[in-house]
């Protein structure tokens, strides 16, 4: 008997417990995932609650009726996982010992910098975040009463969840005041630290020419140091300032404490270190990393998770059963940008190559708003697709 500890019962921790079971029975496999939340959250729905396109109560489910029978769920924290002696150390429930660990923990958001972003997020009226699902609904309410003004969009820094979410929000917002027939009184400004709006190509022209087409101005290089609520001016290390009367802002983000607690598992930003093709722990050859709190080089979704999942279990059901598998996860992501009312674009990559087209279409906004929520929680989720 083999066992399995996952830490985090988010998409990662479901899709490859879910995977792992449909592989092997409780009897072959013992199945344990440490969850400190009750409910599961569908985030990529969080753009579209902004824009009303979405229930927000249709994103949450229990965390304990997503796992397969015999998958043991323990409600707890992890706290520090001991490699070397195949242990994790919890809040609540002691020391739980394991033959593989797989380390599902997400992306944490950090709030602490720019200096006055959380004050300007606390206060909640002229700064705002959609990366979490009260935020998002704030946002949603704020766009339904707001009559003018700019609206920024502000990415802090790389790596973040889903890196066209930001885009997503600011041609949608554009759009919807179109739709609204108030353009002419907003201004709509989208700040990166990157040098550009989108770094693959065929998508990144694409994406220039819509926000040029559109008048969506583009504030590149641009890594935010302050936000000052009261004045309305966001400003960044290299003394750059761009004024805002609604600010939305994607925070920093970076690995969970465990990770940072953990010798040899992490790196200084406290993404778990594992080879991008193999999933494997740099230093730790029973400690695999999946999902968002991973290191890889490819952007963080669950479309990309998905693919994760069925990389792991096959390697660790080639790995239990003395087999060897030629798996690898190649970087592959689909990620579904709204580009504004009925179309969407599809950015489909891997580590190598851009895989479609840059095309807008409404076959894609079927898809992704009216189907890939039902896709999730019913095949996705089970490891059916
Ligand atoms: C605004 C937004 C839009 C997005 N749009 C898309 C999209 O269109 N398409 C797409 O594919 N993806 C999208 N994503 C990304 C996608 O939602 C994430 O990649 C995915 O949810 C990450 O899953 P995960 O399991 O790795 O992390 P999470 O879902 O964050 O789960 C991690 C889990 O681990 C638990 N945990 C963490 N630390 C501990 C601990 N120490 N002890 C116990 N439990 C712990 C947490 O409670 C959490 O439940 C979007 C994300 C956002 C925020």
């Known amino acids: 008997m083999k066992r399995i500890l996952v830490i985090g019962g988010g998409s990662a921790g479901v899709m490859f417990s879910n995977r792992m079971r449909n592989e092997f029975s409780p009897d072959e496999v013992e199945i344990t995932v440490i969850e400190r939340n009750t409910m599961h959250v569908y985030q990529p729905a969080f753009t579209l609650v902004v824009f009303d396109l979405d229930d927000p109560k249709n994103l949450l489910r229990p965390m304990k009726d997503l796992f397969f029978d015999g998958i043991k769920l323990v409600h707890d924290q992890a706290v520090k996982i001991d490699a070397p002696n195949n242990k994790v150390i919890t809040a609540k ?85 179109r739709q609204r027939g108030k353009r002419d009184k907003f201004k709509f400004i989208f700040t990166t630290p990157m040098p550009a709006v989108f770094s693959r190509e065929p998508y990144a022209s694409k994406l220039v020419n819509i926000f040029g087409s559109r008048g969506i101005d583009t504030v590149a290089n641009f890594a935010p140091s302050m936000v000052d609520y009261d004045k309305g001016v966001i400003k960044d290390y290299g003394g750059k300032e761009v004024k805002f009367d609604l600010l939305c802002i994607t925070p920093p983000h970076g690995g969970e404490a465990v990770i940072e607690e953990s010798e040899g598992v992490g790196d200084a930003a406290g993404w778990v270190s594992c080879d991008k093709n193999l999933m494997v722990s740099k230093k730790y050859n029973n400690v695999f990393g999946i999902g968002d709190a991973t290191d890889f080089p490819t952007s963080k979704t669950a479309s990309g998770i998905r693919k994760q999942a069925k990389v792991l279990v096959s390697r660790l059901k080639a790995d239990i059963k003395g087999e060897t598998s030629t798996e690898r996860y190649d970087g592959e992501i689909i990620c579904p940008i709204l580009t504004k009312y009925k179309r969407v674009m599809f950015a489909h990559f891997n580590y190598e190559e851009s895989i479609s087209p840059a095309i807008e279409s409404y076959g894609n906004w079927v898809l992704k708003v009216h189907m890939l929520r039902p896709l999730y929680w019913n095949l996705m989720l089970n490891g059916l697709i």
């Open 93 to 177: 429930s002691g020391e739980l010992t394991y033959d593989y660990l797989v380390v599902a923990t997400g992306a944490k958001l950090f709030f602490e910098e720019p200096e006055g972003l959380k004050e300007g997020i606390e206060k909640g009226t002229n700064v705002q975040t959609f990366y979490q699902l009260d935020g998002a609904i704030k946002l949603r309410d704020t766009l339904k009463e707001i009559d003018g003004g700019t609206i920024v969009m502000s990415v802090c820094e790389m790596p973040i969840k889903c890196p066209a979410a930001p885009m997503k929000f600011i041609m949608m917002a554009e759009d919807t005041m």
